[in-house]
């Protein structure tokens, strides 16, 4: 069966997992990049080599260019990369020659970064074996097949307080008064009541209840009967039907790759939850931890010697 994971949220969770990954790394999980010059060096700085897939991979992860696209040293942002890389392994060297490195809280920073990086080359191994031009056309295919069953309509309708006055208004309406005007005369909605009751074009789907399924039964041209809502009673009319033209394949490209990479990665994930040993401790059992170190560890006063009396 299709499903439109544009109206599932997964493209929001899908977000939030790579941004997961991505926090404090330059490295895009699925920008997997095949240099023209690979293993090339584009730079030595005090000795130690920046290679030019290093520099297209800040290009990738800065923006400047897309993933996959053409890139060599004549492009106009391959300098500004080269630049960025170069002062980033500068920073580097001298928070090594500081000893920076060596500060307990420096090496689980560290440790964390490198955590992310091999979870990033994971990814990237799961989207290249993965996310190919066959799936993501495969995919975009079923997304039109949907867009062509969400139809938009032109509605417009009247609220009003009680099932006698819904009543009332469509028999009005059964002996011919325009719909606008009795919108206009009796409709409660003062959003649309001066526009006639028209709510413009929209997706039945993205309605509260009933209102999809009332559109469904009513006919273009023709209104439906009095239905009750939690705003009140209501009486529709369907003005006009279109379908919505789909977005193209290089427009819907990126939800469709970060789709594919988020279904890649709930996989795995699930699959190592599933045989992992995970202890997670109470928060409450970490704050009494804390407590109990503190009451241990001596005062300041008591380590500091009494002057004798003179």
Not at 82 to 104: F, V
Request: glycine content about 6%; proline content about 5%.
């Amino acid at each position: 069966m299709l499903e439109n994971f544009r109206s599932m949220g997964v493209v929001i969770a899908a977000t939030a997992i790579l941004a997961g990954l991505t926090a404090c790394d330059s490295e895009p999980p699925i920008a997997t990049v095949t240099s023209t010059y690979e293993g090339e060096t584009a730079a030595i700085v005090n000795g130690e080599p920046i290679y030019f897939s290093d520099v297209e991979l800040e290009a990738v992860a800065q923006g400047q260019i897309e993933p996959g696209s053409e890139f060599t040293t004549s492009h106009p942002e391959y300098h500004q990369a080269l630049e960025q890389l170069i002062d980033q392994r500068l920073l580097a060297q001298e928070a090594l020659a500081r000893g920076l490195d060596q500060d307990p809280a420096a090496r689980r920073r560290l440790e964390s970064g490198r955590e992310r990086l091999l979870g990033n080359i994971l990814v990237e191994s799961l989207v290249a074996g993965e996310v190919t031009e066959d799936a993501i056309d495969l995919m975009y295919e079923e997304q039109v097949k949907l867009q062509q069953l969400d139809d938009e309509v032109r509605v417009r309708f009247i609220l009003v307080e009680t099932s006698d006055a819904a009543n009332a208004i469509q028999a009005e309406l059964t002996d011919g008064r325009d719909f606008a005007e009795a919108a206009l005369a009796h409709s409660t909605d003062t959003s649309t009541r001066l526009d006639g009751g028209d709510l413009g074009w929209v997706n039945p789907n993205e309605l509260a209840d009933p209102f999809p399924a009332i559109i469904g039964d009513t006919q273009t041209g023709s209104f439906s009967g009095p239905f009750e809502t939690s705003r009140g009673w209501n009486i529709l009319k369907v003005d006009e039907r279109r379908t919505k033209p789909p977005k193209t394949k290089a427009e819907m490209r990126p939800e469709i790759i970060t789709f594919l990479t988020f279904t890649q990665i709930s996989d795995i994930l699930r699959e190592l939850r599933n045989s992992a040993d995970i202890q997670q401790r109470d928060p409450s059992e970490l704050l009494q931890d804390r407590e109990t170190a503190s009451e241990s560890s001596p005062s300041d006063d008591a380590s500091v010697p009494e002057t004798p009396e003179e």
